[in-house]
T-cell receptor, first 116, second 113 residues
């Protein structure tokens, strides 16, 4: 299909790991992104991964990319109450074949709730 | 740091009014975007622009228009506001090619009554 898919809700206990999953659609996507949105705010880039990478780690964040299955995941280690937010997966797709211009396609967002 | 600034955080307008939402970025980005965000629907692209005086329709352009007279400024126009345009509006900018990560403004919550 055309949509970037992610589950809508995830609840975890403080201190546990959170894993947010996403499936994207276009094998020619060059960059894949994770954004975080706190209540009443705009989106903030958390991390991104280039399509020739399998994994990227940045402090408590680990991104895994499975290009064969078009599957992207974000793992947050030692999840804190401050991590409660909506997390968006996004893929960058070219506008058309051979185009150097692109735009982002977003999933619907996963609401992460962290319980103390 | 990149800064994308939207002119209002909250706006209340009446049905039928012409509404202007303004967005300014300070990083000389070529690309600018307007999204609307509704619960359960995520972000939907309304219009975008790759250069001054250039515009492209996104996924839901009906009822909207845009203006980009200067590189740093991208305006979203609701010609005749309707209640179904009550939403959170998000502006974003990015470089044209390569890692086109988008930088977002803080959002404008528009209520049409």
């Amino acid at each position: 299909g055309e949509d970037v898919e992610q589950s809508l809700f995830l609840s975890v206990r403080e201190g546990d790991s959170s894993v947010i999953n996403c499936t994207y659609t276009d094998s020619s996507s060059t960059y894949l992104y994770w954004y975080k949105q706190e209540p009443g705010a705009g989106l903030q880039l958390l991390t991104y991964i280039f399509s020739n990478m399998d994994m990227k780690q940045d402090q408590r964040l680990t991104v895994l990319l499975n290009k064969k299955d078009k599957h992207l995941s974000l793992r947050i280690a030692d999840t804190q109450t401050g991590d409660s937010a909506i997390y968006f997966c996004a893929e960058s797709r070219p506008l058309g074949r051979g185009s150097t211009l692109g735009r982002l396609y977003f999933g619907r967002g996963t609401q992460l709730t962290v319980w103390p | 740091d990149v800064k994308v600034t939207q002119s209002s955080r909250y706006l209340v307008k009446r049905t039928g009014e012409k509404v202007f939402l303004e967005c300014v970025q300070d990083m000389d980005h070529e690309n600018m975007f307007w999204y609307r965000q509704d619960p359960g629907l995520g972000l939907r692209l309304i219009y975008f622009s790759y250069d001054v005086k250039m515009k492209e329709k996104g996924d839901i352009p009906e009822g909207y228009s845009v203006s980009r007279e200067k590189k740093e400024r991208f305006s979203l126009i609701l010609e005749s506001a309707s209640t179904n345009q009550t939403s959170m509006y998000l502006c974003a900018s990015s470089i044209r090619q390569g890692n086109t990560e988008a930088f977002f403004g803080q959002g404008t919550r528009l209520t049409v009554v």
